[in-house]
């Protein structure tokens, strides 16, 4: 079992399931390259670097779970079981996960590369802009956003869309009323209040498929 996005990375590219991309456009170019990978029978997973405009090591992972064998191993199942298979095995595994403890440290991998206040530049960071038709520049395609409900001790994580407008500001796509984060972020304005949230990018591919579960309002 991998421990974070990038023995993830190192672990689907022993599997052959990875293909590197240097010098791709973050206009169109990328989220074109991504859709037609996507839609091919190999359907690899894309790690683009050198990206236009932006210096080497600002990386873009694309297509992460996007096959049988690659959800799986994010999911902790045997890679070589057959999909139907990998589907009856993470139904019975699912029946019995437990929530874990929340665990407080003092440092993480991620405050290695940190920027504050005056020091924040989004424009950094490869932001591409997906679709022909998209707004502008979406960091967040992918992005765990994690609001906490203003009454009680309830968190979600899921995953919305995160569009980039200037070096420090941001819109999360809360726009189905339906689901929990605006929901959470709807009772704070209601009260006449800014709700704080943390978005997460480059999390743990598990992490970004249970972004995606359904619980009942109210479940963390």
């Not at 297509?63 to 139907?84: F, H, Q």
């Not at 019975?92 to 440092?107: D, F, G, H, M, Y």
Request: glycine share 10%.
């Amino acid at each position: 079992m991998y421990n974070d996005l990038r023995e993830y990375i190192q672990q689907i590219d022993a599997l052959g399931e990875l293909r590197r991309i240097d010098g791709a456009d973050p206009v169109h170019e990328l989220g074109g390259i991504t859709e037609v990978a996507a839609g091919s029978a190999a359907c690899p997973a894309l790690l683009f670097d050198s990206i236009k405009g932006f210096q080497k090591g600002y990386r873009v992972f694309t297509n992460a779970t996007t096959n049988p064998r690659r959800a799986a191993l994010a999911l902790g199942i045997d890679t070589e079981l057959r999909p139907v298979e990998a589907l009856k095995a993470w139904k019975e595994k699912r029946a019995t996960l437990k929530p874990l403890p929340v665990k407080t440290i003092s440092s993480a991998a991620f405050f290695d590369n940190s920027f504050e206040d005056d020091a924040v530049d989004l424009t950094k960071l490869p932001a591409p802009t997906w679709h022909r038709n998209d707004g502008g520049p979406y960091i967040g395609s992918g992005s765990l956003v994690v609001t906490g409900d203003p009454d009680s001790d309830w968190v979600n994580a899921s995953i919305y869309r995160v569009q980039v407008h200037s070096r420090n500001l941001v819109t999360v796509q809360f726009d189905h009323q339906g689901r929990h984060g605006a929901i959470i972020a709807r009772k704070y304005w209601d009260q006449g209040k800014p709700c704080p949230i943390a978005i997460v990018n480059g999390q743990d591919p598990a992490l970004f498929i249970s972004g995606f579960e359904y619980l009942p309002e109210g479940g963390s």
